[in-house]
């Protein structure tokens, strides 16, 4: 039982490697200083983005109309009739259900 306990102890007071060992010193924060801290750092730095955004020069996103590119035009074509035949179907299915409730209400 005396050799585990003299083992253990060994094992536990193994002196540490240089690359492992812990910083010596740490910034010592009561807790409402660092959130205070982290609350006046987030809310400057937004006030700083929306002044950028608002009063800087250059844009971030340049809003462009699409310019037509031949390669696109049977995809441009396909869209077109999609949303015609989709815009076809959902007004059908509109106008029966209309109908249906038309015919329950009489």
């Known amino acids: 039982m005396d050799e585990q306990k ?8 193994e002196p ?8 010596g010193q740490f910034i010592q924060l009561k807790p409402f200083k660092f959130i205070m ?4 750092t987030i809310l400057i730095t937004a006030g700083l983005t929306i ?3 608002t009063f800087g020069d250059k844009k971030v996103v340049e809003v462009k109309v699409p310019i ?12 077109d009739l999609l949303k015609i035949t989709i815009t076809k179907i959902l007004t ?7 109908r249906s409730m038309v015919c329950l209400m009489h």
Not at 16 to 23: L, M, Q, R, T
């Open 51 to 53: 002044f950028a955004l």
């Open 68 to 79: 037509e590119r031949e390669e696109f035009t049977k995809l441009y074509e396909a869209f």
């Open 92 to 98: 059908m299915k509109k106008w029966s259900m209309v």
């Open 16 to 23: 540490i490697p240089a690359e492992i060992k812990p910083a």
């Open 37 to 40: 801290l982290m609350f006046f």
């Open 6 to 13: 003299k083992e253990s102890t060994e094992q536990q007071q």
